[in-house]
């Protein structure tokens, strides 16, 4: 579905990603681990069109992204949540939810899906009305994933999803994850919380100074020595 080949994007002369080559399969979650620096938010805006890569390709459904605006890459189907919520502060849960469909004209499809999202984040409905910026990190993490889901994406990027949150936010976070990928979406995860990531993960990268160093299945995530000391060392069961 989402096929990453040998992209590169640098700020001024420092390299932040260096051929990077990766994939997402349709159906899947995916997820991206990596220590803070490697790279990985670099990448997502990269996917999301906010940052041009200077070298490589990345296709979504066989279509080159590469040079689309953030609007179009939207209209093709990708949505990103993105690090730190990014709500609209000023906006309430619904003039945010709002905010996710502003691509689409059709009316009842948007107030229909508007109704699926407070189903889904009953706490949601609960302040439909109240500020963005007035609600918890965990609420606003809730807003930000239904803002996207309103423009109706086949495939979902979520920047560290948990970043920030308490242990039981992080664990409702990751049920909401996992039920999203039950009911059939395709889902490009980055994230620290590697206990967490490999409850819902089908397959992984790891990001280090740039480069993948690690791809596999989440069995050999756990059984790769390079991996353990490389990262995965330190992080308790509970992370």
Known sequence: MLEIEEIACSYGKIEALRKVSLKANPNAVTCLLGPNGAGKTTLMMSLAGILKPT???IKFEGQNLIGLTPSQIVQRGLALVPENRLVFPALTVRENLMAGAYL????PGIANDIEQQLHRFPRLRERINQLA????GGEQQMLAVGRALMS????LMMDEPSVGLAPKVVAEIFGIIQKLHHEGTTIFLVEQNVHMATKVTQHFYLLQQGRVTFSGTPDQLAGDDLVKRAYLAGQSATA
Do not use: A, N, Q, Y
């Open 152 to 155: 109706r994406p086949r495939l």
């Open 55 to 57: 070298h490589g390709s």
């Open 104 to 107: 689409r004209k059709d009316k």
């Open 133 to 136: 910026g007035t609600l918890s």
